[in-house]
């Protein structure tokens, strides 16, 4: 059974910046991509930056030059540093991440989702 494990949202004002992380565990054989996104009150879930297992990144351009992708392959985690947040960023976070849990058994997990709110 794999989990991924958000942390790190919150209140903050608007121009503030917050850390997200997420953490997956259980019966991991590897980890592909990892990503990010964002799902509004009464809005579709959308991406917010996804990274390669060699660390290549994308971003969606409403956050580029803003957030910052990042990954810790040793402790299966991905990071989310977020800069010069701004009300339109308020939303539910969501990390996934394309993990091989056996030589031919391969899926996509979602994590719980993390509320971060900006206040102007």
């Known amino acids: 059974q794999v989990q991924l494990v958000e942390s790190g949202g919150g209140l903050v004002q608007a121009g503030g910046s917050l850390r997200l992380s997420c953490a997956a565990s259980?019966?991991?054989?590897?980890?592909?991509?990892m990503g990010w996104y964002q799902q509004a009150p009464g809005k579709e879930r959308e991406l917010v930056a996804t990274?390669?297992?060699?660390?290549?990144?994308n971003y969606a351009d409403s956050v580029k030059g803003r957030f910052t992708i990042s990954r810790d392959s040793a402790k299966n985690t991905v990071y989310l540093q977020m800069n010069g947040l701004k009300p339109e960023d308020t939303a539910v976070y969501y990390c996934n991440a394309d993990i091989q849990t056996g030589t031919y058994v391969r899926n996509v997990y979602w994590g719980q989702g993390t509320q971060v709110t900006v206040s102007s």
């Open positions: 990274i390669s297992i060699r660390g290549s990144t």
């Open positions: 259980g019966s991991i054989f590897n980890i592909n991509d």
